[in-house]
Every structure is written in structure tokens, then in C-alpha cells.
């Protein structure tokens, strides 16, 4: 059975000013599956040609603090996964940000991230 899902793009904007943005990954929430999880992939050859200064490691360090949110490591553990969703998916003027929130139907809510990250990342 096909059950209704959130998701959104995680996007690096190097320069908030410039608005350039690369996608670096895909947040998703699926309540009645109760899954949450976010897959990221740093692409450093396309950061590059936008901003040669980013700090990639840096960049990588924060998109791993956001799989360790999603799993409940820390603080985020006392909070249910639908609120870690929308603080993830909360609008930020950091350089590490998500774009709005689409829904779909899913069956597999893992696959389903995987599929996106293939559509909208890699």
C-alpha cells in the first residue's frame, strides 16, 4: 500500500548573494512508515565551478551532522521524527539549505529517497 511522503532538495548555495545553488541531496519524511532519512552525495568537481573556495570538508561535515539528526543522535533524539523534518526543512540563510516541501506516494519510503537522489542529485 502507497502511503503519502515529504521531501526536500538539501542544496548547497555557496555564495547566498550570487543564489547559485548545486543540489546535495534529498530529506525525506514518511510518517505512517515512520521513516525519516536523508541521503547526501558532495559532488566537488560541480561546487567547484560555482565557489573554488568552499571548504568541501567543512560542507561535508555539516551534511553528516544532518544524517546523524535524522537518526536521533544528540539533542534531536528527544524529538519526534516529523519534528526533525521540519527543522531540517526549516528556511535558513546558511549556505546548506532546503528548497520547499513536495509530497508523493510511496510504498518504500528508502527506495523511494533513493530514487529521488538519482533524479534530482546525481
Do not use: K
Not at 546548506?96 to 513536495?102: D, E, N, R, S
Amino acid at each position: 500500500m502507497r502511503e503519502p511522503f515529504e521531501y526536500a532538495v538539501v542544496r548547497l548555495v555557496p555564495r547566498v548573494e550570487r543564489g547559485e545553488q548545486v543540489n546535495v541531496g534529498v530529506l525525506l519524511y514518511c510518517q505512517r512508515r515512520d521513516f525519516l532519512g536523508v541521503r547526501t552525495h558532495l559532488d566537488a568537481g560541480r561546487v567547484r565551478a560555482l565557489a573554488p573556495q568552499v571548504d568541501l570538508a567543512a560542507v561535508a561535515a555539516v551534511l553528516d551532522s544532518w544524517d546523524r539528526t535524522c537518526a536521533g543522535d544528540g539533542p534531536s533524539g528527544a524529538m519526534r521524527l516529523g519534528e526533525r523534518f521540519r527543522w531540517l526543512a526549516a528556511p535558513r540563510s546558511t549556505m546548506i539549505q532546503t528548497g520547499p516541501v513536495h509530497t508523493g506516494l510511496t510504498a518504500d519510503p528508502p527506495a523511494e529517497l533513493e530514487r529521488l537522489m538519482d533524479a534530482l542529485v546525481r
